[in-house]
């Protein structure tokens, strides 16, 4: 059984968006995985770096949509992204160039923990927003398809805003 697993309680009603999430998620099991099986610093680190990658890559699509769609909360919600983009690469040194073993399972536990409210909470909350609105689709593929499947390549460079 994965370490964490996606669920249709967790869909936003876009598929795009969704498909980025089940991509963290992805990412995140590998995490899991590679420490488990007990993979070196280097290699948890590319793990971790394709990780920050895809979730800026993320967060930057759904800002778009939620910017087309004219979410009143839009501020706080990426206020709350940079929070979480700060707090990761804190935790990230803190693991990575401290040595320190025992923040493994605390990196994994804040991701899964983090990325779960996330999408329950913050994430749920703008669905009413985007439901029914023509602009959704279109603000979410422009930066392209998501990754169902994703693989240790980075993914595109995030597109300039509007
Ligand atoms: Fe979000």
Same mark, same amino acid.
């Given at each position: 059984?994965?370490?964490?697993?996606w669920?249709?309680?967790m869909?936003?009603g876009?598929?795009l968006i969704?498909?980025?999430?089940r991509?963290?998620i992805?990412?995140?099991?590998?995490?899991?995985?590679?420490? %488990?099986y007990g993979?070196g610093?280097s #290699? &948890?680190d590319?793990?971790?770096q394709?990780?920050?990658?895809y979730? =800026?890559?993320?967060?930057a699509?759904?800002e778009?949509?939620?910017a087309?769609?004219?979410y009143?909360s839009?501020?706080e919600h990426?206020? %709350?992204?940079?929070r979480?983009?700060? #707090? &990761?690469?804190?935790?990230?040194?803190r693991y990575f160039?401290?040595? =320190?073993?025992?923040l493994?399972p605390h990196?994994l536990?804040?991701?899964?923990?983090?990325?779960?409210?996330?999408i329950?909470?913050?994430?749920m909350?703008y669905?009413?927003f985007?439901?029914?609105?023509?602009?959704?689709?279109r603000a979410a593929l422009r930066?392209?398809?998501?990754?169902?499947d994703p693989?240790p390549t980075?993914?595109p460079?995030r597109p300039?805003?509007p």
């Amino acid at each position: 059984m994965p370490f964490y697993e996606w669920s249709e309680s967790m869909s936003v009603g876009v598929p795009l968006i969704d498909s980025d999430h089940r991509a963290l998620i992805d990412l995140i099991n590998r995490l899991h995985d590679a420490l %488990e099986y007990g993979a070196g610093p280097s #290699d &948890m680190d590319q793990v971790f770096q394709s990780l920050v990658a895809y979730i =800026e890559f993320h967060f930057a699509r759904e800002e778009a949509v939620l910017a087309a769609c004219g979410y009143p909360s839009l501020a706080e919600h990426r206020a %709350e992204h940079d929070r979480f983009t700060a #707090d &990761m690469r804190y935790t990230r040194d803190r693991y990575f160039s401290g040595g =320190e073993a025992g923040l493994g399972p605390h990196l994994l536990a804040f991701l899964k923990d983090w990325l779960n409210n996330h999408i329950l909470v913050e994430d749920m909350a703008y669905r009413p927003f985007l439901e029914g609105n023509a602009e959704v689709e279109r603000a979410a593929l422009r930066f392209g398809p998501g990754l169902s499947d994703p693989d240790p390549t980075p993914p595109p460079p995030r597109p300039a805003g509007p």
